[in-house]
């Protein structure tokens, strides 16, 4: 821990009763190889590295640590089998037609496929090219493998091939490009072809129509959503709270493929894509984060509404009842959800403060958006939820609000926010989606987001942005056309 230095936060207090730096002050390396120096890591990089592309559009993983360096960029054939039991027996074929720059694939062996996503990923060297002194090959299944386990390993593609993921459309002999330093993965066939093979591509049949291997095929997730079962999601169904305090039509009905898909665009272009559907009041005005580096926040909206504090009905004993609207928002808000404070655009006293926040953080809350200030901003700042404020503001929120109603249609910097709506927050503010439209705002969303990449690549280039930005030239499109080829998007 000496060792990262400047990377840790020293000062935070420990269970021993000493600050972190305290602890660790007097700790001593003896041996350099065993914990290397920052200078001197064992590898430049990250240990994996997440490729995307036409055969794996969700992405696989490839530990490049472990792989022989003339595999990070490589285009090689195909060598696909369809089942761990075919490949095994043709591995310890001597006859079998294989070089060095095959690609190996295995298929059927992802969540759904294997099923349980076994450990086949590390396919074993073919005894033909063993004999021959060949030690590593490209090798790429939607499979995993054991964390210890070496070699130019392809793993987890998503969507696997059982569900219809690209990976079930390969044939022996295709030509596959794999370049690590782009994070790209290709399959080197045209997207008319790519199509024609999907329309021959006849799903495999089910395994299970009852009992837990048809609750395991209904409802396990991809690999890149963590193979886990979707009904584990806070997104899937309304939380389970106490009736007393939660409004129970409040429903996370987010989808959890749309939520993912929101984390990845812009507040900017979302406003546009709303504005598109004459919504031209959607971005909540005079709030800023607290912590602009955090990941973007995405939840429905939990509310909270103040009005101004009447004197006689806010001394400070008022926090002593157990029902408090504002204390009761805060340990009720489901996670997920992003509680949204109406406080009149008035931050001359707080909305909250770093405890309120601290507890909204440690239920999963997706994050927290005030009109008004937020007190202990500081010590908010260093939390990893997102929030929002307009301002800091040291004074009690019983000062000047009264908290009143939870969960009912409120009024946030101008913008209308009705309990489920969708609220995306980045670094430049936030933006508040009808429910009822969040699924194809997304979608929009996302083509405009490749668009704009695109575009910015291009004008950094040097070209003109008439007949560009908008599309109005035939050249533009077909120009972005090629780039989606080329990036995988």
């Not at 997207?191 to 395991?216: N, T």
């Not at 409120?410 to 009822?436: N, Q, S, W």
Request: hydrophobic share 40%; aromatic share 6%.
């Amino acid at each position: 821990m000496r060792r990262l230095g400047d990377h840790l936060q020293g000062e935070v207090m420990t269970v021993t009763g000493l600050t972190l730096a305290e602890n660790i002050k007097d700790a001593q390396v003896y041996n350099d190889d065993v914990i290397r120096p920052m200078d001197n890591p064992l590898y430049p990089e990250g240990a994996l590295a997440v490729l995307r592309g036409n055969l794996a559009p969700s992405g696989c993983v490839i530990k490049p640590s472990a792989c022989a360096p003339q595999f990070l960029q490589h285009t090689g054939p195909a060598l696909v089998f369809d089942d761990y039991p075919s490949m095994k027996a043709a591995v310890d074929d001597e006859n079998l037609d294989v070089t060095p720059g095959h690609i190996m694939v295995l298929r059927n062996a992802g969540p759904l496929g294997g099923p349980g996503m076994p450990e086949w990923g590390m396919l074993p060297i073919p005894v033909k090219l063993i004999k021959q002194g060949v030690r590593d090959m490209l090798r790429l299944s939607d499979a995993r493998m054991s964390g210890t386990s070496y070699g130019a390993c392809i793993l987890h593609v998503a969507p696997e091939s059982y569900v219809g993921g690209n990976l079930a459309l390969v044939r022996t002999g295709d030509m596959i490009t794999v370049d690590v330093p782009a994070r790209r993965i290709h399959l080197e066939i045209s997207d008319e072809e790519l199509a024609a093979r999907r329309a021959d591509w006849i799903a495999p049949e089910r395994r299970f129509e009852r009992g837990y291997g048809w609750m395991f095929s209904q409802h396990i997730l991809q690999a890149d959503a963590g193979c886990d079962f979707d009904f584990l999601e806070t997104s899937f169904a309304p939380p389970t709270t106490n009736p007393a305090f939660i409004d129970q039509e409040f429903i996370m009905a987010l989808d959890p493929q749309v939520r993912k898909q929101l984390t990845t665009v812009s507040t900017a272009t979302l406003c546009t894509a709303l504005y598109k559907r004459g919504l031209r009041n959607q971005f909540i005005q005079d709030v800023h984060p607290l912590n602009p580096a955090l990941p973007t926040m995405v939840g429905e909206a939990y509310t909270l509404r103040y009005i101004p504090a009447r004197e006689d009905l806010n001394p400070i004993t008022v926090f002593q009842d157990r029902s408090h609207p504002q204390r009761v928002a805060v340990d009720q808000c489901p996670q997920g959800a992003v509680l949204m404070i109406d406080s009149r655009k008035d931050a001359r006293a707080a909305s909250a403060g770093s405890i309120l926040v601290s507890r909204l953080m440690q239920r999963g809350a997706a994050g927290v958006v005030t009109d008004g200030g937020f007190r202990d901003s500081p010590e908010i700042a260093k939390l990893s939820i997102p929030a929002y404020h307009h301002r800091p503001s040291a004074p009690t929120n019983l000062t000047l609000h009264q908290a009143l109603d939870i969960n009912v249609p409120i009024g946030c910097g101008d913008v209308a926010v009705f309990p489920g709506d969708v609220v995306v927050g980045d670094a430049e503010g936030v933006v508040v989606i009808p429910a009822h439209l969040a699924q194809e705002i997304a979608a929009e969303a996302i083509e405009m987001t490749a668009y704009e990449d695109f575009v910015t690549e291009e004008v950094l280039k040097g070209r003109s942005i008439i007949g560009l930005y908008p599309a109005t030239d035939e050249q533009a499109k077909t120009d972005f056309s090629a780039w989606r080829q080329r990036n995988g998007r």
